[in-house]
């Protein structure tokens, strides 16, 4: 059973384009979050999602920034005109499917790291 | 949302000695407690948990306590060793509104 996979591993970007982030969570798992890490700092929340639903978003930039989770597919984080203090490390997370929601251990990607230039 | 606090934010201790971590939490329904380690440049990585109908659980030289009471739980490391130099962070999943981490605590083993 494959990890969890996260593509791109590195992502440079000039500042204005578009950054796309792809996760595809551990088979079985239909949970996915995504979080922020900048250098020497702790995981920042940034989105919950299940399969073509966002669950709780309250952690994501309210510009610029979107996620998706389809029913096929990898889930996506979306960066539009990205800006230099986009740069950061953006790790996600999988965890399998619970009645009472997101309880479980959270088993994450290598991340992708970005940086704006 | 569900505040969590980390302390401390760094810890250096002796090869040999022991490590403790402390999260404290403001109010929350959950009943799943763990911890994740990061190494540098690595992704984070689970190492021990606990559920609320237990206040301890070991793994080797890693244990975890919990005091639902008093609201924190505690990751307690014995017999450092180099290798166990990273940054730990404690979680507490929902029912919190928002996932939420610890700011995590950089814990460097001394040889």
């Known amino acids: 059973n494959a990890g969890v996979m996260q593509n791109p591993r590195h992502l440079v970007r000039r500042r204005g384009q578009e950054a796309r982030l792809r996760c595809s969570p551990m088979?079985?798992?239909?949970?996915v979050y995504w979080y922020r890490q900048l250098p020497e700092e702790g995981l920042k929340f940034m989105v919950y999602?299940?399969?073509?639903?966002?669950?709780?978003e309250s952690g994501m930039p309210k510009e610029r920034f979107s996620a998706e989770f389809p029913k096929e597919g990898p889930s996506i984080l979306r960066i539009q005109q990205v800006v230099r203090g986009d740069s950061a490390a953006y790790f996600c997370?999988?965890?399998?499917?619970?009645?009472?929601?997101?309880?479980?251990?959270?088993?994450f990607g290598p991340g992708t790291r970005l940086t704006v230039l | 949302g569900e505040n969590v606090e980390q302390h401390p934010s760094t810890l250096s201790v002796q090869e040999g000695d022991s490590a403790v971590i402390k999260c404290t939490y403001s109010d929350s329904a959950s009943n799943y407690f763990p911890w994740y380690k990061q190494e540098l440049g690595k992704r984070p990585q689970l190492i021990i948990d606990i559920r609320s109908n237990v206040g301890e659980k070991k793994d080797q030289r890693i244990a975890v306590t919990l005091n639902k009471t008093a609201k924190h739980f505690s990751l307690h490391i014995t017999e450092t060793q180099p290798e166990d130099s990273a940054v730990y962070f404690c979680?507490?999943?929902?029912?919190?509104?928002?996932?939420?981490f610890g700011s995590g605590t950089q814990l460097t083993v001394l040889p």
């Open positions: 979680d507490l999943p929902p029912p919190a509104r928002q996932l939420t």
């Open positions: 088979k079985g798992h239909s949970h």
């Open positions: 999602l299940q399969k073509e639903n966002i669950i709780d």
């Open positions: 997370a999988s965890s399998p499917p619970s009645v009472s929601g997101p309880t479980d251990t959270q088993y």
